[in-house]
């Protein structure tokens, strides 16, 4: 019997299709289709494309896609399956992360690169009612640009119109990760290489059995932890929004850093530091 195709929105096919070093033209055109440069991405170093099964079992791991452009633009790509919230603080706080990690102890701020995070998210999360979204800084009155070297992109695939332009290379990838295996994909590859290339890949993995157990670990982990936050979310409406919020905080001690967790929570790296002394109080 026949076993269906992986689901390409699943982080860890996601970057076995677009993070791979073995078909970077993949992603040069998936980043051609969300950046629209004026000089085409035409090489792409791809970062990290090891990923070990200590990540697969880690429900707070980020196989995320790291990537420089041609262009020496710093990229990272995340994908969501589930509302998981602070998704706009979560996101600035990689992408202050990322800017910030390029220097070194005496270099020069000139040399920093333009850095742009990317998340791709199987939810409605903005107010917006395009699919696709973009952000850098402005001026709050005439929205002057102040600079290109930090951009934030969001693409929200139930945003995506049933009568959209499949001519349109966004459209096209978008279409592939919403259902690869559409009457839409299936003509998108007879025309698009790159998109015949990734559902090739998607069909290898979905054909071996070492990487298909490995999707369905992984699949089952980000159920278990979409559970596990909704449950304490639950939870917190019970007892109250703030006592919620710290039990997740308290939850998360063992496994997070206090910035992580504040990015998570909401609450002040403060407020997570008295959290933890009173954890390793309690453990004396």
């Not at 992603?27 to 289709?33: G, K, T, V």
């Not at 992109?153 to 290379?169: A, C, G, N, V």
Request: net charge negative; proline share 2%; charged share 35%.
């Amino acid at each position: 019997m026949r076993k269906g195709l992986l689901d390409p929105k699943v982080d860890f096919v996601f970057k076995n299709i677009f993070g791979s070093e073995k078909h970077p033209e993949i992603l040069i055109s998936f980043l051609n289709a969300i950046l629209q440069p004026a000089e085409p991405i035409v090489e792409v170093e791809i970062k990290g494309t090891d990923i070990a099964k200590h990540f697969i079992e880690d429900k707070y791991s980020r196989l995320d896609i790291k990537a420089v452009t041609s262009h020496q633009e710093i990229i990272n790509i995340e994908i969501q399956l589930k509302n998981e919230h602070n998704m706009v603080k979560r996101s600035l706080y990689y992408l202050s992360k990322m800017y910030e990690e390029q220097l070194g102890e005496g270099d020069d701020y000139a040399s920093l690169k333009r850095t742009i995070c990317i998340n791709i998210l199987n939810f409605k999360y903005l107010k917006t009612e395009v699919f696709h979204t973009g952000y850098r800084l402005k001026e709050i009155q005439s929205n002057e640009e102040l600079t290109d070297v930090i951009e934030m992109h969001f693409i929200e695939i139930p945003k995506l119109p049933k009568d959209s332009d499949e001519t349109d290379m966004l459209v096209a990838w978008t279409e592939f990760l919403k259902d690869p295996e559409s009457e839409k994909v299936r003509n998108l590859e007879l025309t698009i290489q790159e998109v015949r290339e990734a559902k090739s890949e998607l069909i290898r993995m979905s054909n071996n059995e070492e990487q298909r157990a490995m999707y369905e670990m992984r699949a089952k982990i980000l159920k278990d932890k979409v559970s596990a936050l909704n449950k304490a979310r639950e939870e917190g409406e019970v007892i109250g929004i703030e006592k919620g919020i710290e039990k997740v905080a308290r939850a998360l001690l063992d496994v997070l850093d206090d910035k992580m967790i504040a990015t998570k929570t909401g609450l002040s790296e403060q407020e997570i530091a008295k959290l933890r002394q009173e954890q390793l109080a309690n453990k004396s």
